[in-house]
């Protein structure tokens, strides 16, 4: 319909946001669904404009001073017919123009900017990949690809944005994920729709969109110091993780150096590709995801890791591109406080190099 | 509307029969120990609408809360107890028995010719355990309510709310039974006890649709039953099904909620457009157009309505593929509705149509239903359900199917068999405006919710944004009026119990074999039993009749 | 009768697809969690019930021929059956107890990640289990005691309506022409030894050899 005239559609946007009856169109995808929307209220205006015209025209034609004898009709095959296929038909045509903007909706392009945000009883959490956290608050760029991973500390909550047209549920134990670009600057809300408990109704927040330059002097100013990664970096090597991933001929654990995204063959022969809810599973549930060729002997992080952790240390993985880098947290590892104690395997050599703790932001 | 297809009996001679079911016994035991299938029907119609009002007064709050932006009329808390135990009253305790249990007992069996239900101690046994679940839901919400919403998702409702899930879950199981039984006792009915000659397609399109909505009680209900056992398992155990860090998955529990909860709408509506179809077709003097679409289209609802449940879950991380199939699934389910509105438009063509209150009430249902289902195609299409989920425009869209459809096609049984079970006519101008106040009030009060949905409004908030308020306002306001609808009928029908004029035994002039008997009915039923030698709607066998029929009554 | 007894067939099913999915899933953990019961006491509860369902179908057959103490008697023999199975049940029951497999604040993983401290586990020939997946036998646990406490709900319930057969039919009501009770509750009575047919392969059979 945007495509039939771009100035009248706008106009109606625009009158029916302005008297509050309809959200604004802030993202590349509402006004494609807006356009299925107003076909399914054309149609349905239509449909129930002859429904009432039938009915108040028979009663006013038919009624009983006027048509006192009513002549028995058993029905009619081709009516019958007509008003099965049609509305079939119409349905049908929306079913899928619906499934296409859906598969749209849901389906992130490759190069689309990650922000980690977790739900929890009452408030949101979002993380993006330079380290700025955020609370009740998204700061998105225009023009580019935005994708949300989003995870639920506790109960089912709803990631809702209705100027974006977006909504994903947002649940415990498995990510689901989201996409939009945003096209228009401004400040919209940003609801919980899934009820989860007493406060539900104030877990809501804003949703800021920004020209990409103010988008960049933002990120500037919020940056916590360390990007995600880095926290995942020092969480990996807090945990020990290195003890057994790391790049040593001998080691018990596969390395993890650029395995994020790759196809993985598991001990039970099933072939997997290493995506984040993989990496995720595997933190808390190594057993049923070993990699062919390992002892099943990690333990699990269930109850020790937070679901910020595990995105921290997915972060960290996923930016972990050579072998190199898993030597650097090796030395990290070593050189941190809190591995003191953990005595490093034997025969692995301590590297003399200073440790880089500083990694690039990729924002 | 000054001609009227009412016909009674002249009032200065007429009298109440001296027997009928109400007469035949008395006092209270026979009352609550009785078997007879119309004393069961008045016991639930009684029962239901004492619920209705609870229910109703809910609403109310919840519409009070909503007038302003800020939750500043109870704590955040006591909202979502007010809005679950609308919900949980209003579903399980009023809609899902409403026409099976009060018109359904009623009706069915004199419908196809029987003296009673088949199985009689069931039914009683039925609306004890209606009972039992209503009254064990109430003194949950006495002592402390429930806060999870209806819906009872997990892991909020097994975890981490310590409220009174599992009694009203255990109110909703017992109230199962009674949905199950009544279902049961249904169907054995219309298989063995029709009376000679009437075949299936001769008989009423009110019993095609209870038989419809039976197959759906006793399929869909036990899964419920199980589903409600689980979560109260997990809470008490802590078995771990739908417990992440157990290993179990939240989302098998919206699996087996909605498998139960999507026929249960539509164990909902089908009885109520069981009686659009007998009050079209006895205020238009015909027969229902294509009888045989209708009747093949409620038992198509009733299969359907098995496999769409997860497009109540489209954004909850199913994969793209199932929400595919459910969208699609979706659509087809949609088109036996749009096929009995319209074959009810056209009973009307060349009909000879008068607007008793019955009559009102189902052209309301009409157009309310029509807006209702097309707002479910919004969200049966996966595109839009995303931007439309979870908010008012959900609220909006049940409200106008459940209360728009269902609740209107009620209040038009019972305006249309209240004579027959009564005796007596209630006063029709005064429900002639009662109809027109209730259409006025819903309209006001459901429709803004629509723009709320659309403009992002999520359900179940007590506070919401300030630039919401009007139309927040708009639907209190309706909401009022339409309270005032509501309460007008039970005022006159109770009025009208002493005061009524006598009705006699056929005052619509309708087709039915409950119309060819005395009004109230014999306990039996039928003095001799019944042979149906016509078919379904016959105007002009009727027209025969009268000319045999004697005037006065006993 | 069948109607209803297709609302049962509902509702475990409901039960039987949250069985089946979970152990699609936790393969190893269900392993491990059935290898823990007895089949020898599982076994024997099979045979209980289908001879069980033998002495009701004879009492049906019996009520038919009109012939009352030996109606009275497979009414009897079937009670008593069901008492048995009931015992050994609750056997079953108290062993678990005891070794900390009931679901919930008191569940022991140790048979399962130390199997070389539970006989059974070793006798079984059961590997270590890495902690989370032996976790998940809990699951398995509560999924068996969902399913068999299910079954000996509705076993109860139907020696409830046994018992008042049993007072009824020495007084004759059965043997008279009127054996519709009978046979209906017959009906009830195979379709929970049916439940137990499928209940027992699922449960107590996982991959043993």
Redesign the interface.
């Known amino acids: 319909m945007s495509q039939i005239s771009p100035v009248l559609w706008q106009f109606l946007v625009k009158w029916l946001t302005n008297f509050?009856?309809?959200?604004p169109e802030a993202s590349k995808i509402a006004p494609q669904?807006d356009a299925?929307?107003f076909f399914?209220v054309l149609?349905?205006l239509i449909?129930?404009t002859i429904?009432?015209l039938?009915?108040a025209s028979?009663?006013i034609l038919?009624?009983?001073?006027r048509?006192?004898?009513?002549?028995?009709?058993?029905?009619?095959t081709l009516?019958?017919a007509t008003?099965?296929i049609i509305?079939?038909g119409l349905?049908?045509v929306?079913?899928v123009?619906?499934?296409?903007?859906?598969?749209r909706?849901?389906?992130p392009p490759a190069n689309a900017m990650n922000i980690y945000v977790v739900g929890k009883?009452w408030m949101w959490k979002a993380e993006h990949e330079g380290g700025q956290h955020e609370i009740n608050s998204l700061h998105v760029p225009t023009g580019r690809a935005v994708q949300l991973t989003l995870i639920s500390q506790?109960?089912?909550h709803?990631f809702?944005v209705?100027?974006f047209?977006?909504?994903?549920?947002v649940?415990?134990?498995?990510y689901?994920t989201v996409w939009f670009e945003a096209t228009v600057p401004g400040t919209y809300?940003l609801?919980?729709?899934?009820?989860?408990?007493?406060?539900?109704?104030?877990m809501i927040g804003d949703v800021v969109v920004m020209s990409p330059e103010d988008f960049k002097k933002w990120l500037a100013s919020s940056t916590s110091g360390a990007s995600l990664a880095q926290d995942g970096e020092r969480l990996f090597a807090s945990l020990s993780c290195a003890a057994c991933h790391n790049t040593r001929q001998d080691a018990r654990g596969p390395s993890l150096a650029g395995v994020y995204g790759s196809k993985l063959t598991l001990a039970t022969g099933q072939a997997v590709t290493a995506d984040d809810a993989y990496l995720r599973e595997a933190i808390l549930?190594p057993s049923q995801h070993i990699t062919q060729g390992y002892a099943p002997i990690m333990p699990t992080y269930?109850?020790q890791v937070s679901e910020e952790g595990v995105i921290a240390l997915v972060e960290y993985i996923k930016h972990l591109d050579s072998d190199y880098r898993v030597q650097q947290t090796t030395t990290t590892t070593d050189l941190l406080p809190e591995s003191e104690g953990h005595a490093a395997p034997a025969g692995q050599q301590t590297v003399t190099q200073p440790p880089t703790t500083k990694g690039k932001v990729n924002p | 509307m000054?001609?009227?297809?009412v016909s009674l009996p002249d009032q200065s001679t007429a009298r109440i029969p001296k027997d009928n079911y109400l007469t035949r016994e008395n006092g209270i035991l026979s009352w609550l120990l009785t078997r007879d299938h119309k004393r069961i029907g008045i016991l639930y119609l009684i029962s239901m609408t004492f619920f209705f009002f609870i229910g109703g007064a809910l609403a109310g709050l919840i519409r009070l809360e909503l007038l302003t932006p800020q939750?500043d009329l109870m704590a955040?808390?006591t909202y979502?107890k007010v809005f679950t135990m609308h919900g949980v009253i209003m579903i399980f305790f009023f809609l899902v028995p409403s026409v099976p249990g009060a018109l359904g007992n009623f009706f069915l069996p004199m419908m196809i010719g029987a003296k009673d239900l088949a199985l009689p101690k069931m039914n009683l046994a039925s609306w004890y355990l209606y009972m039992a679940g209503g009254l064990l839901a109430l003194w949950a919400m006495i002592t402390g309510g429930v806060?999870?919403?209806w819906?009872f998702?997990t892991?909020?409702s097994t975890?981490?709310?310590n409220t009174n899930v599992i009694t009203t879950g255990l109110a909703i199981f017992i109230a199962g039974f009674s949905s199950?039984f009544t279902g049961?006792n249904f169907?054995?009915t219309i298989h063995k006890m029709r009376a000679p000659g009437m075949t299936w397609f001769r008989m009423p399109l009110f019993v095609w649709a209870n038989y419809a909505a039976s197959i759906l009680m006793?399929?869909?209900?036990?899964?419920l039953?199980?589903?409600i056992?689980?979560v109260a398992?997990e809470r008490t155990?802590?078995?771990?099904?739908f417990d992440?860090?157990?290993?179990?998955?939240?989302?098998?529990f919206q699996h087996?909620f909605w498998?139960y909860s999507h026929p249960a709408v539509y164990i909902m509506i089908l009885p109520g457009m069981g009686v659009i179809s007998e009050v079209i077709s006895t205020f238009?003097?015909?027969?229902v157009?294509?009888?045989?679409?209708v009747a093949f289209s409620s038992v198509a609802i009733a299969v359907f309505g098995f496999f769409v449940w997860a497009h109540h879950m489209?954004?909850?991380?199913i994969s793209?593929y199932a929400?595919?199939v459910f969208?699609?699934l979706t659509?087809?389910v949609?088109?036996p509705s749009?096929?009995k509105?319209?074959?009810w438009?056209?009973t009307?063509?060349?009909?000879?149509?008068?607007?008793e209150t019955p009559m009102l009430y189902a052209?309301g249902f009409?157009?309310l239903f029509?807006?209702g289902g097309?707002?479910g195609?919004?969200l049966?299409?996966?595109?839009?359900?995303?931007?439309l989920?979870?908010?008012y425009f959900i609220v909006a869209h049940f409200h106008f199917v459940m209360v728009g459809g269902m609740l209107m096609a009620f209040l038009a049984g019972i305006h249309f068999w209240w004579p027959k079970m009564t005796g007596r006519m209630y006063p029709e101008k005064i429900s002639q405006l009662a109809a027109v106040v209730t259409f006025i009030g819903f309209n006001l009060t459901f429709f803004p919710q629509f723009?709320l949905g659309?403009?992002?409004?999520?359900?179940?908030?007590?506070?919401?944004?300030p630039?919401?308020q009007?139309?927040n306002v708009f639907s209190t306001a309706g909401a009022t009026i339409l309270g005032v609808g509501y309460l007008l009928p039970v005022l006159y029908l109770v009025w009208s119990l002493k005061y009524g004029k006598i009705a006699g035994n056929n005052p619509w002039q309708a087709t039915g074999l409950e119309w060819q008997t005395q009004s109230p009915p014999l306990t039996e039923n039928f003095a001799t039993p019944p042979i149906m030698d016509h078919e379904a709607y016959d105007?002009?066998w009727l027209e025969n009749q009268k000319e045999k029929e004697v005037a006065s009554v006993r | 009768m069948w109607?209803?007894l297709?609302?049962?067939v509902?509702?475990?099913?409901?039960?039987f697809?949250?069985y089946m999915?979970?152990r699609n899933?936790?393969y190893p953990?269900f392993v491990a969690g059935s290898h823990q019961l007895s089949i020898p006491m599982g076994g024997l509860n099979s045979v209980l019930l289908i001879t069980s369902s033998f002495t009701m179908a004879l009492a049906v057959w019996f009520a038919e021929a009109r012939k009352k103490s030996a109606l009275v008697l497979c009414l009897i023999l079937t009670f008593v059956l069901g008492v048995v199975f009931l015992g050994i049940k609750g056997l079953e029951y108290k062993e678990k107890f005891e070794k900390h497999h009931?679901?919930?604040?008191h569940y022991s993983l140790q048979s399962f990640i130390n199997p070389a401290s539970d006989p059974v586990a070793v006798a079984a020939g059961d590997k270590a289990l890495p902690q989370d997946t032996a976790?998940?036998t809990?699951?398995f646990f509560?999924?068996y005691?969902?399913m068999t406490g299910?079954h000996a709900m509705h076993m109860i319930v139907g020696m409830g309506i046994l018992a008042f057969m049993i007072f009824r039919a020495r007084a004759g009501a059965y043997t008279a022409g009127h054996t519709q009770f009978v046979e209906y509750f017959g009906y009830y009575w195979h379709f929970v030894d049916i439940v137990w047919i499928f209940l027992f392969p699922l449960l107590y059979l996982i991959n043993r050899h």
């Open positions: 509050a009856l309809f959200p669904m299925l929307y399914i149609v349905s449909g129930l429904v009432v039938l009915v028979f009663s038919y009624n009983k001073e048509h006192p004898n009513a002549v028995q009709i058993e029905g009619s009516l019958e008003w099965t509305p079939l349905f049908l929306m079913f123009w619906g499934a296409l903007i859906y598969f909706v849901f389906t009883q506790d109960v089912f709803s809702s209705p100027a047209r977006v909504k994903r549920e649940i415990p134990g498995r689901t809300h609801f919980c729709s899934q009820y989860c408990g007493t406060s539900h109704s104030q549930n269930q109850g | 000054s001609s009227t297809i939750s955040a808390d979502n806060d999870t919403g819906t998702t892991p909020l975890h981490y709310v199950i049961l169907i054995v006793v399929l869909g209900t036990p899964v039953a199980i589903a056992v689980l398992l155990f802590g078995i771990g099904v992440p860090t157990k290993g179990g998955d939240p989302l098998l087996l498998f238009s003097r015909k027969r157009f294509g009888y045989t679409a489209f954004i909850m991380g793209n929400v595919l969208s699609l659509m087809l949609a088109v749009a096929i509105i319209f074959n438009a056209f009307l063509y060349k009909g000879s149509i008068t607007f052209f009409m157009g029509t807006i097309m707002t195609v919004f049966g299409v996966s595109g839009t359900d995303i931007h989920t979870e908010t723009i659309t403009l992002g409004m999520p359900r179940r908030y007590a506070s919401y944004p630039e919401f009007i139309l105007y002009e | 109607l209803f297709l609302t049962e509902m509702f475990f099913g409901g039960l697809t949250v999915i979970y899933w936790y953990a009931f679901p919930g604040t976790q998940r809990e699951l509560s999924l005691f969902a299910m």
